[in-house]
Structures are given as structure tokens and as C-alpha cells.
């Protein structure tokens, strides 16, 4: 595991002597990535900025290009995965074909253990919980929400909402998200499968290639991160001396708003 002390340009430098950086801009040579390093402020983000991050992802992707927002926390407190996801986008990784899995179902241990290791957003709930397993290894999951009626366009659609998906740190399953919709399809015959898309991570051109269909910007999110632990809450789950403060800023505590997300419709 790479070791949290190291500073992201310390790592961009021993991993990509060809990058080139413009301050806290990193362009990845012979990829259209660029990663903007965004160290933890030391005041929160005024409201009237709360747009910003969405807005430049937005412009990037008009010109073709994937930029990526890394927050401070987030590299000080998962570097392997970090690491992971920008090898793959680059192309660094072992790659296993989806025909050579076999879907297993998992359970809930199972999957927020997986989550916890190799996801950066952690492990979440689901009511269906699916796995690759490779020479008996499991090597991606999928967790999928509960069936729901959902009105659109005039009509209600039987929709399934695939909350997470996940590889292996390392590792990419080619097709391996098709092969587990694909399950989950003939288990639940939904009309569609709708799914968020991080837009501080991924410009979502993977699932429309997927045959996915952008239905919606969402907007930005607000974070409060504590900085000296670097660790982020969502504004209804603060820890209750946070919550009986004045302002989380009392405690060490700044505001930030992610670059919200795309949701996503795949019609069956």
C-alpha cells in the first residue's frame, strides 16, 4: 500500500516523470486526464462558489477532456485506491475478461468489506448484492436498490438503481458490469437501471458507452471535512459535538461542495 505520508506531487512524479503540472493542474501524457489537486481550504467554500467544481468538470468534458477533482482528504486517507483508479484510466492495470468470472451472490459482510478496501466512497446498502469471483477470488461487486415505480415521460417504470460498482484495487473486469446488470436483469426484469455517476471522478462518457442515458445534472453536494483528521461528513450526519457548535468551524471543521453528479438511465 502506498504510504499516506508521501504529497500527491511527490507520487505524480515518481509514478509519471512525464507529467507535466500547471500549480495544482497535473496532465497526463498521451491521456486527455487531467487531475486537479485540491488541497483542504482553511475556511469553508463561500456558498456563492459552491458551483465552481461542477462547472469547470462540465467545460473540460465539452472539450473531450476527463478532469478529475481529488480532494486533499481524499488522497491522505485512501492513497492505494487513489492510485488504482488513476493507473486504470491510464491504462496500468490486470486486466480479467468477464467470460473467465463467475457471478456469485454476496452478502452484506462480504460487500461493505470489499467497498471498504477498493471503493473510495466506502460501503452502502442494497437489496441485491452481486460479485465476480475469478479462480475463486471475488474481483468486483455490484450492489443494486430495491425495485421502484418511478413516473416518467407519462409512464411508470419498474426502476432498479445500481448504487455501486466496484473492482478489485489493481484490477479491471472487462465487461464486468454488464455481466452483473445483466444478472440482476434476469432476476428482477426491470424496465431500466438509473445510477449516479461522481462527477469529481468520472465524466460518465464509460456508461453512455454502456449504452446508458444522461437524464440529469445534479447539483453539488455539500462536505464538511475536519481538518486535522481529514475526515468528511455529510451536513446531516455530524458527529453531535459538531452538530452543538456554533459553526462546525469552531471545531476544526470547513465546508467544501463536491462537483455533484450525472444520473444516469439504462433503457431494457
Not at 487531467?34 to 461542477?54: A, D, F, G, M, W
Not at 482528504?73 to 485506491?81: A, C, G
Not at 484510466?89 to 473467465?100: D, K, L, P, S
Not at 459535538?241 to 476544526?252: F, G, R, S, T
Amino acid at each position: 500500500m502506498l504510504s499516506t505520508s508521501i504529497s500527491f506531487d511527490a507520487y505524480t512524479q515518481q509514478q509519471y516523470p512525464q507529467l507535466t503540472r500547471d500549480g495544482h493542474y497535473y496532465h497526463f501524457p498521451n491521456h486527455p486526464i487531467v487531475v486537479h489537486y485540491l488541497p483542504i481550504p482553511l475556511q469553508s467554500i463561500p456558498l456563492l462558489e459552491q458551483t465552481k467544481h461542477q462547472e469547470l468538470v462540465l467545460e473540460y468534458r465539452k472539450k473531450g477532456l476527463h478532469l478529475i477533482h481529488l480532494w486533499e482528504d481524499v488522497w491522505k486517507n485512501k492513497p492505494s485506491i487513489v492510485q488504482s483508479r488513476l493507473n486504470a484510466i491510464t491504462g496500468q492495470f490486470t486486466r480479467i475478461h468477464a467470460r473467465e468470472t463467475k457471478v456469485v451472490k454476496i452478502n452484506k459482510p462480504e460487500l461493505d468489506a470489499f467497498l471498504n478496501q477498493h471503493h473510495l466512497m466506502g460501503a452502502t446498502g442494497g437489496k441485491y448484492k452481486l460479485g465476480l469471483a475469478w479462480n475463486k477470488e471475488l474481483v468486483a461487486v455490484a450492489s443494486f436498490g430495491k425495485e421502484c415505480p418511478v413516473h416518467r415521460k407519462g409512464k411508470v417504470y419498474n426502476s432498479v438503481e445500481l448504487i455501486r460498482f466496484c473492482n478489485k484495487v489493481g484490477h479491471t473486469v472487462t465487461g464486468g458490469m454488464s455481466k452483473l446488470i445483466a444478472s440482476l436483469v434476469q432476476q428482477v426484469h426491470p424496465d431500466d437501471i438509473m445510477t449516479s455517476v461522481d462527477l469529481d471522478w468520472s465524466n460518465g462518457k464509460a456508461y453512455e458507452r454502456l449504452g446508458f442515458e444522461l437524464s440529469a445534472i445534479m447539483p453539488q453536494q455539500e462536505v464538511w471535512v475536519h481538518t486535522a483528521t481529514m475526515h468528511r461528513y455529510l451536513p446531516h450526519r455530524l458527529p453531535k459535538e459538531l452538530q452543538h457548535a456554533q459553526m462546525p468551524e469552531d471545531i476544526d471543521c470547513v465546508r467544501i461542495f463536491n462537483s455533484g453528479n450525472l444520473k444516469y438511465i439504462l433503457p431494457l
